[in-house]
């Protein structure tokens, strides 16, 4: 194993994650506003665009050959952490 390439490698991988990190936050304050457009809890899961939603990462993971499991369970994640986020803080009805 060559520890300077795969430190650099974690170096690259860390750099990543704190663009990822800032991603999540702006992420993260779009569904805040969007929480805020809500009138009924109700409308917190859209399973309709949910489906479409990995329908489509599914194709552009094969398209640019990133393996679809991944990033479905990524997408899965990110968007149950949505749900679970406007959940916990919607305050109407």
Do not use: C
């Not at 750099?15 to 109700?42: A, G, P, Q, W």
């Not at 552009?60 to 991944?70: A, F, G, L």
Request: aromatic share 6%; no cysteine.
């Amino acid at each position: 194993m060559n520890k300077k390439k795969l430190q650099v490698a974690r170096s690259n991988i860390d750099k990543l994650d704190k663009e990822i990190l800032y991603l999540i936050k702006k992420r993260t304050s779009i569904v805040k506003y969007m929480l805020n457009l809500k009138e009924f809890k109700k409308q917190i899961v859209d399973h309709k665009r949910i489906k479409k939603l990995l329908k489509d990462i599914k194709k552009k993971s094969v398209h640019h050959s990133i393996d679809p499991k991944i990033t479905d369970r990524i997408w899965r994640a990110i968007i149950g952490s949505s749900i679970d986020y406007e959940k916990r803080n919607f305050k109407k009805r």
